[in-house]
């Protein structure tokens, strides 16, 4: 953390990959609970990816899970976790500086570009 209760900027692996990015970003967006299909709908996902994705964010401690049902009709659920938010605050922290970063500038600017390199080759 910062001086001012913010998370240091830092990429995060589990949260990188696009999908993932947009899920965590539709959480973090102001409601505590969000049901499945809405959540699929607003990021443009099918069930299935949203079901790879939010699996692989709970398991890494980002997002909680909770089931139940409307009627008789079985529902899921999902929001951030205080960990997971501070991991996206944090990612989302690290992408604005990197954007900032141009050729040219000082070398203690240039992390995020090395660290983007590096995060990289370790994803893909």
Same mark, same amino acid.
């Given at each position: 953390?910062?001086?001012?209760g913010?998370? /240091? $900027?830092?990429? #995060?692996?589990?949260?990188?990959?696009?999908t993932? !990015? +947009?899920i965590?970003g539709? @959480?973090?967006?102001? =409601?505590?609970?969000?049901?499945? /299909? $809405?959540?699929? #709908?607003?990021?443009?996902?099918?069930?299935?990816? !949203? +079901?790879?994705?939010?699996? @692989?964010?709970?398991d =890494?401690?980002?997002v909680?899970?909770?089931?139940?049902?409307?009627?008789?009709?079985?529902?899921?659920?999902?929001?951030?976790?205080?960990?997971?938010?501070e991991?996206?605050?944090?990612h989302?922290?690290?992408l604005?500086?990197?954007a900032?970063?141009?050729?040219?500038?000082?070398a203690?600017?240039?992390?995020?570009?090395?660290?983007?390199?590096?995060?990289?080759?370790?994803l893909g």
């Amino acid at each position: 953390m910062t001086g001012k209760g913010t998370p /240091a $900027a830092r990429l #995060d692996p589990v949260i990188h990959p696009i999908t993932r !990015l +947009s899920i965590c970003g539709l @959480l973090a967006s102001g =409601a505590d609970w969000v049901e499945f /299909a $809405a959540l699929r #709908d607003a990021a443009g996902i099918s069930d299935s990816v !949203l +079901s790879k994705h939010s699996r @692989l964010l709970e398991d =890494a401690g980002y997002v909680e899970v909770r089931k139940g049902a409307v009627g008789r009709r079985p529902r899921t659920w999902f929001r951030l976790t205080p960990n997971g938010r501070e991991a996206f605050q944090a990612h989302v922290a690290w992408l604005q500086q990197a954007a900032r970063v141009r050729p040219g500038d000082a070398a203690e600017n240039t992390a995020p570009a090395a660290s983007a390199a590096h995060a990289a080759n370790e994803l893909g």
